[in-house]
């Protein structure tokens, strides 16, 4: 390439990496670096693609017949993602157009894999996701096991389940039944787009990829349940209709039934008065008051310290005294 070569080939640096204090996680899911504003400038940019370090931009632009992107750098550099670095795969498969294209808007993680300045003057950095993204997979996510507890951000919602991205742009899924304890109907009666989570890893498939699971952060039983009393009025959200009641979710691990009323619709917000508390059933008995429209969604509530605890090897759900038991073995 003609003009002045400030750096070139990545890979003659052994990677660099620098976690923020206290994280002992370097790996994060898409959209977390920059909050730490790592590249504030051009000797930020040559910095980075110095040590091989993984950094992160807003992508602001696909040119759909090369299929590449342009990334947002500082001090007017100009950040290119070619075709074949937009993305890599486990199997070596090609990077569907789809996928390319929906980064656009979205920050993406790369290195730096050379920086130059062309005869006007104009520096241009080119970048990497696959490259990012292939170490990500050798050094972190190839080495997570069941029961891990892991930060991941919402990147796609499905009837089936959440798709998550687990750290640089690899994404794994939430089935819809591992959300939970208390049923939804989809994911987003759970979460949004973009939101920020924990879930854990609940298996690892022979050809590498990865499943979660979510509902064993949200509290046991009797943990949800230390939060009601019975005649308590409450707020909850119908989760269920049936001939013989009403299933309505008091928190998203826990749920009690009340008597058939007119005009509930799952989804619906309302105020229920509780009966009765029943560990050794693992029930409520609930009498609906009033329908609110409809719920809103809401962050959910960890009863699992995420910051300290990052493996489970077993949680029960159920009370000791309850005959019926619901837990997971990791």
């Known amino acids: 390439m003609a003009g002045k070569t400030y750096y070139s080939s990545y890979e003659t640096a052994a990677p660099v990496l620098v976690p923020a204090p206290g994280d002992v996680r370097p790996y994060v899911p898409e959209g977390a670096l920059m909050k730490k504003n790592v590249l504030r400038n051009r000797a930020a940019v040559e910095e980075a693609a110095r040590r091989g370090t993984t950094v992160e931009a807003m992508c602001v632009l696909c040119?759909?017949?090369?299929?590449?992107?342009?990334?947002d750098l500082p001090?007017?550099?100009r950040g290119i993602l070619p075709r074949e670095e937009a993305?890599?795969?486990c199997d070596g498969s090609e990077v569907r157009d789809i996928a390319i294209i929906t980064r656009v808007g979205k920050p993406v993680q790369f290195k730096i894999t050379e920086i130059y300045e062309d005869e006007r003057g104009t520096v241009t950095a080119m970048l990497s996701r696959r490259a990012a993204q292939r170490e990500c997979c050798e050094q972190y996510v190839s080495r997570l096991v069941p029961g891990d507890v892991i930060p991941a951000r919402v990147t796609h919602l499905e009837p089936f389940g959440a798709f998550c991205d687990i750290g640089g742009g690899i994404v794994s899924l939430l089935t819809v039944d591992r959300v939970s304890v208390s049923r939804i109907s989809h994911p987003s009666d759970r979460f949004r787009c973009g939101e920020y989570i924990h879930a854990v890893v609940q298996s690892v498939e022979e050809d590498g990829r990865i499943y979660l699971t979510h509902r064993e952060l949200l509290g046991t039983w009797e943990e949800n349940a230390a939060a009601f009393a019975p005649g308590q009025t409450v707020t909850g959200i119908v989760r269920s209709v049936e001939d013989y009641g009403v299933f309505?979710?008091?928190?998203?691990?826990?749920?009690?039934?009340?008597?058939?009323?007119d005009g509930a619709c799952p989804g619906d917000a309302c105020s229920v008065y509780i009966k009765s508390l029943l560990?050794?059933?693992?029930?409520i008995k609930l009498v609906m008051i009033d329908l609110c429209g409809k719920a809103d969604v809401t962050p959910c509530r960890y009863f699992?310290?995420?910051d300290a605890v990052r493996h489970m090897e077993r949680w029960r759900y159920s009370p000791e005294e309850c005959?019926?038991?619901?837990?997971?073995?990791?």
Do not use: H, S, Y
């Not at 040119?63 to 990334?71: E, N, R, S, Y």
């Not at 005959?323 to 990791?330: A, D």
């Open 75 to 77: 001090d007017g550099i």
């Open 87 to 89: 993305g890599w795969t």
């Open 323 to 330: 005959r019926r038991t619901v837990e997971t073995e990791f």
């Open 248 to 261: 309505v979710e008091l928190a998203p691990n826990l749920a009690g039934l009340a008597e058939p009323f």
């Open 304 to 306: 699992v310290d995420t």
């Open 63 to 71: 040119d759909c017949t090369t299929m590449q992107l342009t990334v």
């Open 279 to 283: 560990p050794e059933r693992m029930k």
